[in-house]
């Protein structure tokens, strides 16, 4: 009878009387043995199937054309969701604010306290209103276009063509992959970077996936570029110009996924990216049921309940903040004003800090939250409905100018994860210094950019108004 | 491969006739057989772990879809099994998270018997990791899967020599329409029941690494008597597998041992609760 640690001291010895490659043969001799028993039970005709697959993949995976391919894919999803989301999103807003007048009414007729009145109607039901009109069109149309892709197979294309510019960043070439996952959910993309074997390599595509904007994001770079980016189009060009600035700024956020990643392969995380390799499956045809299951179900339906739960208290929050008299105005313009100077020196202002401040929770909600800010905690009867009206709100009220619509899209993408990304971070990493590092790499981005825009806009003299 | 195990296959010889599944969903809190389910990645685990259980785990066209555990549960001829659907991996050698979530469960959980799920348009690069789990496991299945595509893309797979030359039976199915799943579920049946007796297929490597092997797996034998995979656990232990070293130390190994002299199946479900920690 032996002791473990005596097996363990013989194995040890024995690994050392091995030639230096034995592990190179241990996976030739499986290799061997596979084509063995794959010759004698395997019988090919012909190669018809495979010919198309290989054709279209010489296109979509070409050095110049994959790219392009890339760029219109990312294009028409864009397009296809912000034209689709701009009408769904005002008949939505039209319904949900038009049921809300009708619950205040019914509560004013039973003679309810103007308080309760205004907590739930004003506070609670208007966040709850104001989430579900501006998230709800672009994610049922953006989560099932992305999952046709995924089940194409068309992900693992893109992984392919990114290889190249990740490697050149330290990184893994997989990340492309927990990339595009995060445009649909970062926290997804987060759990979804296990596919990278490299603790290193795992780390950087943990704490870039930010960098891509998540559906949550995704409905305040739609508004603002439409009100602001494509204000003075008119017809099908309002679309297609909001859905260019869009997939603008989707691009930027990839270039900060490739800096970050190179930076951070050159500091913190030092080293060489590892080889891997990456199959390409073959085409499929999507399930086009399952589909509409599993993106409308399992993420739109889930991501908005979500963003609904935090939007409700937040709402209630906004209206507390909004009728708690300070001075001569409300607490809340008391704080948005304390922010303000703060705010300016990005090329925002105290309020859009706020909004960010009270949306730490989830990102969706932001534009509901400086909306609900700047009409007066609801105290304002009508809520404004379309481009128009908001820009009407913004540009005339609030002195917004194209700087602080441009610099508010840089600080959307670029900043912190929601509070549900950092807690991911955390249960992937076991480390609060990771989650912590998250955080203070992203937020720093933000403000750094911003602070750079805004400053060069002041210096050559641009939107004075809006520094 | 002179000292290779040669078992014919008897895959055919079961009939799906009066078969009976029920889709159990996550309810399974009684269960009779633990099945893991593992194999590449992009095989179709997900859709047969669907179709077996009535989930809807989402499955996507790429590899490294499922990095998460997924269990669900099925009756079959009023078995009640636990399927359990593990990150796809090409092996077993390298240490990234998937695999080694892949490796402990098919190790350490015990399933009763494991279906490795094989693409059947690339059934060469499938084979690579369907060797590595007969190693570890002798208690398997091959399902080929995506037998409609291979046969639109002009290629036959002979199962019966296939199941001939790994010793273990070789179903193939379509996950995607259910076809061949009943055959492959009493397949299953008969493997865990003990009426097909496989005898894997184990890979004869390097005289020198053969060496070491023969030196080393009569000690581990010695330590933990019984256990079946003592030969992949001296290939282990050679490349220096940490977490394998840890489980010899800390008897871990001997305790699996001990139980494969257990018969009796409820004690495998116990075995299976615990591996799932």
Request: charged share 15%; with cysteine; hydrophobic share 50%.
């Amino acid at each position: 009878m032996s002791s473990p640690e005596h097996v363990l001291s013989r194995a040890e010895a024995l690994r050392r009387a091995l030639p230096s490659d034995f592990r190179d043969a241990i996976a030739q001799t499986l290799y061997a043995e596979a084509s063995r028993i794959a010759r004698r039970a395997v019988h090919t005709r012909g190669q018809r199937g495979r010919d198309l697959d290989q054709w279209i993949d010489q296109i979509v995976t070409g050095p110049v054309t994959g790219l392009l391919v890339m760029l219109v894919l990312l294009a028409v999803v864009v397009w296809l969701t912000v034209s689709g989301a701009n009408v769904l999103s005002e008949a939505l807003a039209n319904l949900l604010f038009g049921l809300g007048d009708l619950g205040r009414s019914l509560f004013e007729q039973v003679g309810a306290p103007w308080w309760l009145t205004g907590f739930v109607w004003d506070g609670v039901y208007l966040g709850l209103a104001w989430v579900v009109s501006v998230m709800f069109p672009p994610m049922a149309i953006f989560f099932p276009v992305f999952t046709i892709l995924e089940d194409l197979g068309y992900l693992p294309r893109v992984a392919f063509n990114l290889d190249w510019l990740f490697k050149r960043a330290g990184a893994h070439g997989k990340q492309a992959l927990t990339m595009t996952m995060g445009l649909g959910c970062n926290a997804a993309g987060v759990v979804a970077t296990r596919i990278i074997d490299s603790p290193r390599e795992r780390l950087i595509a943990i704490l870039t996936n930010n960098f891509v904007p998540c559906n949550g994001r995704f409905p305040t770079l739609i508004m603002l570029a439409t009100v602001f980016v494509a204000a003075g189009f008119s017809g099908p060009a309002t679309a297609l110009i909001a859905a260019s600035a869009v997939v603008a700024v989707v691009l930027i956020g990839v270039g900060f996924t490739l800096l970050m990643s190179w930076l951070l392969s050159r500091t913190l995380l030092r080293g060489e990216a590892s080889a891997f390799t990456l199959e390409l499956p073959p085409y499929r045809r999507p399930n086009i049921l399952r589909i509409l299951y599993t993106s409308l179900i399992d993420r739109t339906i889930f991501v908005l309940l979500r963003a609904m739960s935090t939007a409700a208290p937040a709402g209630a929050v906004i209206w507390v903040l909004g009728n708690i008299p300070f001075g001569e105005s409300s607490l809340a313009s008391a704080i948005a004003q304390a922010l303000d100077g703060f705010g300016r020196l990005f090329g925002l202002d105290g309020t859009i800090i706020l909004a960010y401040i009270i949306a730490i929770p989830a990102n969706e909600i932001v534009v509901p939250t400086m909306m609900m800010i700047y009409t007066g905690a609801g105290r304002m009867i009508e809520a404004p409905e379309g481009a128009e009206a908001i820009r009407a709100l913004l540009v005339g009220q609030h002195g917004w100018t194209l700087l602080t619509a441009v610099n508010l899209m840089l600080f959307s993408l670029l900043h912190n994860p929601c509070a549900t990304t950092i807690i991911t971070i955390y249960k992937e990493t076991r480390s609060r210094l990771w989650a912590a590092v998250s955080v203070v790499i992203t937020l720093g981005t933000a403000f750094l950019v911003t602070f750079v825009t805004a400053s060069l806009a002041r210096l050559l003299g641009l939107f004075p108004s809006g520094g | 491969m002179k000292n290779a195990a040669f078992v014919p296959s008897e895959s055919c010889a079961t009939c799906p006739a009066f078969a009976q599944l029920e889709r159990m969903g996550i309810k399974m809190d009684r269960f009779d057989h633990v099945i893991a389910l593992a194999g590449n990645p992009n095989t179709g685990k997900s859709t047969l772990f669907n179709a077996l259980t009535g989930l809807k785990q989402h499955t996507g066209n790429w590899p490294g879809k499922t990095v998460r555990r997924a269990e669900g549960g099925y009756q079959f001829n009023g078995v009640r099994y636990k399927l359990v659907d593990l990150p796809g991996t090409y092996s077993l050698l390298s240490t990234s998270q998937d695999e080694e979530v892949a490796r402990n469960f098919l190790l350490f959980g015990q399933p009763d018997c494991t279906v490795i799920v094989a693409d059947a348009t690339a059934l060469e690069r499938n084979l690579n990791l369907i060797l590595q789990i007969l190693e570890i496991t002798d208690k398997a299945v091959v399902a080929v899967n995506l037998i409609d595509e291979a046969r639109r893309k002009g290629i036959e797979v002979d199962t019966r020599a296939l199941s001939c030359d790994l010793g273990v039976p070789a179903v193939p199915i379509v996950a995607r329409t259910g076809e061949g799943v009943m055959a492959l579920l009493s397949s299953v049946a008969d493997v865990i029941a003990g009426r097909l007796q496989t005898q894997p297929r184990r890979v004869c490597y390097t005289p020198q690494l053969q060496a070491a092997l023969d030196e080393l797996v009569p000690l581990i034998e010695s330590l933990a008597p019984g256990l079946p995979n003592a030969r992949w656990v001296a290939l282990r232990l050679l490349d220096g597998d940490a977490r394998l070293q840890q489980a010899l130390l800390s008897g871990e190994l001997a305790e699996i041992a001990r139980r494969q002299h257990v018969p009796e199946s409820r004690l495998s479900r116990q075995i299976a609760v615990v591996g799932q920690q």
